[in-house]
């Protein structure tokens, strides 16, 4: 969500924040803003809307200094405004902040002799660390004071008036990583805001606080004990945020799919089999398994439910984050638990991930960020190799969790016994020639253009779906919402008559989702039912299927065949360019949707 940046270096700082920060607009946001300290005194310059307003700003009233801070906000409490946006000052020390601090309410009350000039929660850190330094603490002592009194989740960058060679950092429950330079050092949320500053990086633990100087870091745990924390080496690909050539985000991600996902399956698969290299699961142990999730990330779990009980007899359940771990279901030490989550970040899915950690068998992870919160917390660890994914709706990461459950279930059947070589080869043989199906798939996108532009008039669209495609119609309307703000649903095509078929009438499109499988001819009885009421069909099918069931649609489309199993991998392509498209013909921003943010770091 909101993104942080800090530098120390021998440079202008504000130049090199607003960069960073341009790295972290794909998160999402309302406003921005830096601060610096130069020459002992701190100062700051704030905008709400995009950044180049702060840009602009900047030309007009520019910020020297050579240490820093910048934040992009996420409006949590209170609105977007100037007023609101980071950097937040009281006197002396100014703060940004990512995530929600709990007991600010109470903190504020504890304050109420001091001035607040805005709306958040975040104010409260900056009054509170004034109040220690105001009783002759030092800035490190007045802001290790400070985390005491904070609950909530956060992470933090604090900056001094007189302090041109600090920047306090804190984390709790929200990323936060140190960058290493040459006589530099930075602070960001992820490793794409800091990737053309350095390659080194250092993650700070749950509880981690920071005193960063051009020196180096010192880094304490949450008891105040000094602590070393491992620096890693991030590849090359976080510094990989253009388009390519593509308009948006979105679509280069859509196209980048056939070769993501052939790295995934080769990462994998070999000799006709799922080989998990770096990974010791044992299916054949666990009496269930349970997946959770949230948004795009679920609906991947809702199509690999079918493949695990299907493929694999293993019982599954498969649960929302933020409901499962309010729940507090009961959690079998047979059971082996998997959080699927893109940045690895996702605050109700690492929350739910430490509910099970001492309850389950095993805690297994599926994510895209390896040095992430939720994989380094995990039992195993498993990459989907989607590399950065900037668009907030996501595409080839979805993929690519398809992918790699796709495998999980294949091996999942072969150490149950549900499974023979000769079907295992089968399997992984459909899931390899997938990349070809879905580079087919893409070449439809002049035809989807040109259909998208009536859909674009539409009020209200349906998705239908039986078996694995309904989850796939789920997240088929979940993108469509997501970016053209058009209201759609999902359902199970066998629910239509019980109740959403009051919905159809000849304004209302409903896609209908249906390969050629084993209950392609109910899909096909459910279809002619909206048919009969005037509805507006977009039939999405292979070529056999639309010329059985094609006559009298408002549109068709045709995919390659492919074993129905894995046909949701295919069918997500069209979902997603339909979706593109859409919010092309509406004029939507595409890669920052409103009010959406890439990766949920708070509740």
């Known amino acids: 969500m909101c993104g942080i940046v800090g530098v120390l270096t021998d440079h202008e700082a504000a130049p090199i924040l607003v960069e960073a920060l341009k790295r972290l607009e794909y998160r999402g946001y309302d406003s921005a803003g830096i601060a610096t300290v130069h020459n002992g005194m701190l100062d700051r310059r704030r905008a709400v809307g995009k950044l180049h307003n702060l840009a602009d700003l900047l030309v007009y009233e520019p910020l020297p200094g050579k240490a820093g801070i910048g934040h992009t906000r996420w409006a949590t409490h209170g609105g977007p405004t100037v007023r609101n946006a980071h950097p937040h000052r009281a006197g002396r020390v100014v703060v940004v902040h990512n995530g929600i601090i709990e007991n600010y309410r109470a903190l504020k009350e504890a304050l109420a002799d001091r001035e607040f000039e805005s709306d958040t929660d975040t104010e409260t850190i900056a009054h509170l660390c004034e109040t220690f330094l105001d009783r002759g603490m030092s800035p490190r002592e007045a802001a290790a004071e400070t985390l005491k009194h904070l609950e909530g989740a956060f992470a933090l960058a604090f900056l001094f008036d007189g302090e041109e060679d600090l920047i306090v950092a804190a984390r709790k429950g929200s990323p936060l990583a140190i960058g290493h330079g040459e006589g530099e050092m930075y602070v960001g949320s992820d490793a794409i805001a800091l990737s053309p500053l350095t390659d080194r990086i250092t993650y700070l633990d749950e509880g981690d606080y920071a005193f960063v100087t051009r020196s180096g870091v010192e880094i304490r745990d949450a008891d105040g004990r000094q602590v070393h924390r491992d620096t890693v080496k991030i590849a090359a ?24 996902l052939a790295q995934c399956l080769a990462h994998y698969t070999g000799n006709g089999a799922v080989e998990l290299p770096d990974a010791d699961l044992d299916f054949a142990a666990t009496d269930r398994l349970i997946m959770v999730a949230c948004g795009t990330a679920h609906y991947a779990c809702l199509v690999a439910k079918y493949w695990f009980e299907q493929i694999a007899g293993l019982p599954c359940d498969v649960d929302i984050a933020s409901e499962f771990r309010y729940r507090e ?141 309904y989850p796939m119609a789920l997240e088929g309307a979940l993108k469509l919402k997501e970016i053209s703000y058009i209201h759609a649903e999902a359902y199970a095509s066998g629910e239509l008559k019980h109740g959403p078929i009051a919905l159809v009438d000849n304004n209302l499109p409903v896609i209908v989702l249906a390969p050629r ?84 770091t708070v509740e």
């Open 237 to 260: 690909q976080a510094a990989q945020v253009d388009k390519a050539g593509h308009k948006h985000f979105m679509v280069k991600e859509i196209f980048e799919q056939p070769t993501v």
């Open 517 to 600: 499988d084993a209950l392609f001819d109910k899909t096909v009885s459910n279809m002619q039912e909206v048919m009969a009421r005037d509805g507006k069909v977009w039939l999405v099918s292979d070529a056999e299927g639309v010329a059985l069931a094609g006559e009298g649609v408002w549109e068709t489309l045709t995919l390659p065949t492919i074993d129905p199993v894995f046909a949701p991998m295919l069918y997500a392509v069209p979902a997603q360019l339909i979706a593109y498209h859409t919010a092309l013909h509406k004029g939507t921003d595409v890669d920052q949707p409103r009010n959406l943010a890439k990766s949920v």
């Open 329 to 469: 279901p009961p959690v079998s030490d047979r059971a082996t638990a998997l959080f699927v989550s893109q940045s690895g970040e996702t605050a109700d899915t690492l929350a739910a991930l430490r509910y099970t950690r001492d309850k389950a068998m095993a805690v297994v992870s599926l994510v895209n960020v390896p040095q992430s919160s939720i994989a380094r917390e995990s039992d195993t660890a498993l990459p989907i190799l989607a590399g950065v994914e900037i668009g907030v709706a996501s595409t080839k990461a979805f993929m690519n969790q398809l992918g790699a459950l796709a495998c999980l279930a294949i091996l999942a059947g072969r150490q149950r016994g549900q499974l023979t070589p000769e079907r295992e080869a089968e399997l992984v043989g459909t899931l390899l020639s997938l990349p070809a199906m879905i580079n087919q798939a893409l070449a439809l996108e002049d035809q989807i253009r040109h259909q998208t532009g009536k859909l674009a008039e539409a009020r209200s669209v349906l998705f239908l779906g039986r078996g694995p495609m």
